[in-house]
């Protein structure tokens, strides 16, 4: 998995994952990668700092990053209201498969003619199965009141 900072034509910054480098590209080449603040299709790689590896001997103290932000902090709201439209979108627009996701996911990837667009749920073990057999898919982000 590669992890790709990305910015729309209206300077919404975002980060995405992707298998690979040419799963960005394939992506980016089809269109369908979307800004999710304002929408718009017209996305490209930030500039991005490398990642530096620390020496063995090295021990790393620091948290990942996350992000807190006061209830009422615009950005906060900006942010929600996305995730809001975006599982919104994709809820109304696919079909929903509860537990079979992973298995109508290697359907579609072995029959293009069952293509169509699917949500659902999978384990931790279907996700990394679909992964490493070059599955393409995306992970519907959660709402911050569903983890309530």
Not at 34 to 60: F, H, I, Y
Not at 92 to 114: D, L, N
Not at 117 to 138: N, Q
Request: aromatic share 6%.
């Amino acid at each position: 998995m590669i992890q790709y900072s990305l910015i729309c034509e209206n300077d919404h910054k975002f980060e995405a994952w992707f298998k690979n480098a040419n799963a960005y590209d394939a992506q980016a080449q089809q269109g369908v990668l979307e800004c999710p603040l304002c929408g718009t299709s017209e996305v490209n790689k930030a500039l991005m700092a490398p990642a530096v590896g620390k020496k063995a001997n090295q021990r790393e103290d620091v948290p990942q990053k996350t992000m807190a932000l006061s209830a009422g902090h615009p950005e906060q709201q900006e942010v929600r209201e996305a995730l809001r439209r975006l599982r919104s979108k994709v809820e109304s627009e696919a079909e929903y498969v509860g537990t079979r996701f992973a298995e109508e996911a290697r359907k579609m990837a072995e029959e293009p003619e069952q293509r169509r667009g699917i949500y659902g749920e999978a384990t931790a073990e279907e996700v990394t199965s679909l992964i490493e057999d070059d599955i393409d898919f995306m992970p519907l982000p959660r709402l911050p009141e569903e983890h309530n």
